[in-house]
Structures are given as C-alpha cells and as structure tokens.
C-alpha cells in the first residue's frame, strides 16, 4: 500500500517537473528582412530629389510600393524553411518605414544561408476567396486598395511613379510616369504571368533566427534596375505602363533589383 | 493505516501541484468585456435557396457564405443605402432597380456620382450564383469581390472601399446588422462582401411563362411563341444556352464600330491583352429582356426590334466575329416569332417580388 503510494507521488512529481515551463527550451525563433530602398548608390528619397536613369532621363519618384510574398528560408544543406502562407504577404511602401521590416515568427533555430521571396501575389491566392485577403491582401485597407485593381480582379505587384521631364504632360499639368505592374497569369482566361521569384544568398554567411533581441536580413532594392535589370527602358518611349504586354519588361527588369547587403544580430 | 489521511492529503497536494504546473504562467486579469456587446451572441437564421428545377446547378460555393436571414438583410440594407458611395447619393440600387430585373431602364450607359456617365451598359442582376465572371468583359472574377469595383470607380460611386467600411462602423445602424449577421460587431471587408453577396445569390429570376411550361407548372406557350421559341433553339441557344439563356462566354456579335463614340471599347481584350479576344463581350442572359432596354454593351439598341435587325441585316464581319453568326439568316417573321418568345421570359413574380425592395 505504502510502495503503490509513494509511486504514485513519484510519477505525479515527474509530470509536474514534465510540466514546467521553465524547463522547455524555445525551438523556434524570429527573423526580419529589412528593405531599403535606393536609387544606384543613393538612398531613395521621394522629396523631390532628381535621379537620372541609364538612358540619360531625369527623374523623381513620389510612390514606390512593391508586394513581396512567399519567402522561402534556404539551409546549408539545400533544404528549405517555407514559413505559413497567411503569414508571408508583405507590402513595402516606401513611404511607410514600419512596412520595410518583414518579420518573419515561429522559424526554427536552424541556421540559413539565403532566401526567395515572390514579387507580388502569386497566382493561387490572386484567385482565392475574399475570405483568404486578410492584413496586407485586404481591397478594404487603404494602402492595399492602391494595389488592387478592382476592375480586373489582381493585384499590382509594383507600382513606381514619379515625374521627368522628358514625359508628356497630362491631364494634371504634370510630367508624369507611372509603372502599375500586376497580372498573375489570369483565372480562367490565360494572360500574361508578370509574377517574379527572387532569390539571394547570405554571402557564404549564415544566420541563426533570434529568441531574444534580433536577427535582420538586410536586402536593398535599386530603382535604376526597373529601367535597366534585363532591358533598357526609356521613360520617353513608355512613361504609362500598366495592363499591358509590355509590362513584362519591367517586371523583368525589377527581378533584379534585390541584393544582398548584410546579416545583424542584436542581442537584447 | 494510521498515516492513511496524511498520505491521502499528500496525494491530493501532489496532484494539486502537478495541475497548478501545467496551467499557463502567465496570470494576465481577464480581459474585461465590451460593456457595450451583449453577452450572449445569437445565432444567424439559415435561409434556405433552392435552385429551380430547369437550372443547372449553381457554381457560387455556398458552404463558404451560407445564406441566412440576418445577412441577406444586411446586405440589402447596404444594397440601397447611399452611404456606400462618396457623398451619400448613389447606392447599388441607384442604377440596379428591382422592378427592370436591377438594370438601368432608360439609360443606355450607366449614370454615376455627380451625374457622370460610364462607357457601359448597366447589367442586370439575376441569377448571379451561376455566373463565374462577371461584367461586359468578365474582369471580375468572384461574387464576393464585385461590389468594390462600383464602390471605387469614380464615374459610378466614387468611394474607396476603406472609406466605406470606416462609414458602416460609424452608423448608428451597422454594428448591430453586423452583429445580427455574424455573431459581432466586426465590420469588416469579407462580412460586408459575403452580406451583399448574399442579397444577391438570392435574386433568382425563374418563374416567367416560360419556366412554368417547361416545368409543367403553368399553360403551355401559345402557337406563335412556341415557333419563336424553336427559331430560337436553332438559331441562337448555341450562345444564350440553357434556362440561363446564356454560356457565360465572351464573344464578338459583329456590332459596328461607332466612329464617333468616346471610347474604342474592346471588351475582353483589354482583360485578357489578347488579340484574340477583342471586341467580345460577355453573352448577357436574355431572362426579363423585355424589362431591360436599351440593349447591348454600349445600349445602342432600344428595342428588341432593333437587335433582331442586327442580327438579320447589320452583322459586320472582323478578325473575331462569332463564327456561328457568320451565316445568320432571320426572316421577318422569324424576328416578330422570337419577341413573341422573348417576352414569354419575364418573370412577373420576379420583378414585383417586395422581399427584394427597399424597405
């Protein structure tokens, strides 16, 4: 009777022990991408500040906002991290610091040496149920809304405006251009797919996610590649593109405007 | 036996702790509820849709968006209030009237905010829950996400659909319709998508003279509509196909451009970039057609009279002319058969239905 009891203290201790949260070590951790914008060797301001592109062509930009979705985190070995889909769409505004941070939740303390990200919204979720458009997918959220064509149900991918003088003016009295890249390949119609993967290395370095502090993965994103990446382009000659076959030039082209810059881990 | 009760009290003390360890660590108060919520959550009405026997079945998924009464009536409420365009004056309703099957009678391109005028005809809605895409051009490809594209265009309600919702959660009304509808108050862009979808799925036209003869339900047509109805079945059921009277495809009819008109509207092929696809527009259902002049993408027809005349005498060819209206012939007679049969499709019940109607 005594030994049945003395069990039974015995294993109840053990599960509490089991229990305790103290003793579970955290097995996953967070990771950020931090964007940065730039135009060449400069830091992107939309203040009014002139750039000129590869064919000679001055230019400003006043909106630069861009889809990125699907990141995929790659190991040493090959194998790959994909976080969950409804926590992997971001909208970076260039306007919006906050947005330029894509913190990723919940990775395992594995140690990775690159990523891959869609630029826009990839084609499965470009045809889900509004039910499946939440946070950054939202038509209802004001910023969104400017990435959304409601006319011709999709998404923009990237939107980049600004003014040159060497465009013609509109309606308003201004020089501008404007690149409203969207079409992910279409729903029962077939169009054209202007949906684009990236993908980086880390450098040969590699990086662990955080479960204090912080853990960045600093990309930079160039606007001279929109004009330059695979095929120069001349504001001139297209200052309005949206709907239209062309848009797959630029859509080429800004595939290659992600770089690398660096890895940081801050301790906290 | 005499230190039993001791080790009984050790026992239970022991569990106690085991359980007490395996509660979370944290000890947040909690949360203190809305005063303003009720504390129990009602539960919505199911409200039942029956698809009518001479349709073929629905392609709207249902089980994602079942209908109940409280949202049906939400999204009616939204349906004919103002408050969804910029400054109060155009609701759905506006230009999607009950009475002409929610088309725009007498206006041959839709009529929006600040009384400007769009490039297109105003379709009707009936029978949506069997549509995939909608619009002249099919740009649209889901009932739920519809309602933003009129909510933000700028000749018809001139709203964001940010704004919009930001309205709803500040009318004295809305919260608690939300409520009724969804079991919150949460305003939302799924819950007001879903609630005027609802109202909408329920709009079924199939109760003409022509439904009850093929359903056995009422007298069979009369002499002269029952030979427009067999022209018809030869001659023009290969695109308005089924009770639905239509395939839900996009085609070229062979309209005339009209030099002077504001816009080159290409339809389909400005959806699609294909060459393929230009100057096709959506086969619009011919259900209540009589109701619903004028006629067309652009409304140049406004009588049935002067379509038939199209489709005999005006058929212009091009690159993408619907190769079965290549060889269209149609009598006079044909044409007066196919009005008599034409008008066997207004559905009565339908357009007088008071459940559809404002308030």
Redesign the interface.
Known sequence: M?YY?YC??LC??L???A???EAMEPETGSLSVQLNNVVGKAELAMNGTIYTNIAGEAFTVNKFDYFVSNIRLRKADGSEFVPPQDSSYFLVREADAVSQTLRLNNIPLDQYIGLSFVVGVDSLRS?S???K??GAL?????HT?GM?W????GYIFLKLEGTSPVTPVNATGKNNFQFHIG?FG???????NNLRTVSLTFGGQSIQPATTGSARIQVQADVQKVFEGSTRISLAKTPEVM???YSATIANNYATMFSFVSLTKTAQ | MKYGHLLGLAGLLALWCAIWSCQPKSVEAPVNPDPNLPTQVTKPTPMEWKKPANLPEPVYDFTKNPLTVQGFALGKAMFYDGLLSQNGTISCGFCHQPAVAFAHVDHALSHGIRDQIGTRNVPGIQNVAWYREFFWDGGIQDLDLLPISPIQNPVEMGDTLANVLKKLRNDPRYPALFEAAFGTREINTERTMKALSQFMLTLVSANSRYDKAVRREGPALEEQEQRGLTIFKAKCAACHATDLFTDNSFRNNGLPRIPTAKVDDIGRGAISLSADDRYKFKVPSLRNIERTPPYMHDGRFLSLEQVLTHYATGITDSPTLDPALKTMTLSKQDQNDLIAFFRTLTDYDFLADRRFQPN
């Open positions: 005594k009891l039974t203290f109840l201790g599960l509490a022990v229990c305790s949260r045809v149920g509004i039910e458009r939440k939202d038509p209802g959220d004001i809304a959304y409601d006319w011709n149900t079409l279409g729903y029962r119609a077939q169009t054209i709907v239209s076959n």
